[in-house]
């Protein structure tokens, strides 16, 4: 029996638009009236520097930092250090939020700075090893095992986001949520 795809991961080289994709995912599967949760992570900049990275819940649009230039403890992540605190109380409760509550799972990333929490691991494994169909953002060299798991699960699926595809690779995925969603209620 062919194996119905439900993990679909994005990746690409850094700056080629991957959370714009995620962001057009999420706002058009809206728009068709899915419940979409989870969390979304971007860059920050001051005067045209980049000082550091947020997240934001997608339910309850609460924001917090996941890593920052003048952080001042946590994991060291190249200049930046991770924000273990917001990337439990908002990331990873979101995505365990979204596990229960919504119809579409969206986390934007599963990366370096992400993968310093045990609370976000433990989170990300639930939510794949769940029903769900799951939308999710993975570095583009991610080494760490939880991510090679992810990458050779039957049901994954993975899209690399590039400069000739970043204006339409959003509307293949939403086809292919939407017939896993139909599969689902059927």
């Known amino acids: 029996m062919h194996q119905t ?20 995912i999420v706002e058009e599967l809206r728009a068709k009236g899915c419940k979409v949760g ?4 971007g860059e920050k900049r001051e005067d045209g520097a980049r000082v550091g990275f947020q997240i934001q819940d997608i339910t309850t649009g609460k924001q917090g930092w996941l890593a920052h230039i003048r952080q001042p403890n946590g994991p060291k992540i190249g200049k930046y250090r991770v924000n273990i605190n ?7 409760k979101a995505v365990e939020n979204a596990t229960e509550n919504a119809d579409i799972v969206v986390v934007d990333e599963i990366g370096p700075m992400e ?22 953002t993975v570095h583009f060299k991610a080494t ?5 798991k992810i990458k050779t699960r039957e049901d994954a699926e993975m899209f690399e986001v590039t400069l000739e595809n ?13 017939k896993i969603l139909k599969e689902g209620h059927s």
């Open 5 to 24: 795809k439900r993990v679909i991961l994005i990746t690409g080289r850094p700056g080629i638009g991957k959370t714009t994709v995620v962001m057009k």
């Open 38 to 41: 989870g969390m979304t992570s």
């Open 86 to 92: 917001d990337l439990e109380n908002i990331g990873a």
């Open 115 to 136: 993968l310093c929490s045990q609370a976000f691991r433990r989170a990300i494994l639930r939510v794949v090893d769940g029903e769900k169909p799951v939308i999710a």
């Open 144 to 148: 760490d095992q939880l991510v090679k």
């Open 166 to 178: 970043r204006k339409n690779v959003h509307n293949v995925i939403i086809a292919l949520v939407t």
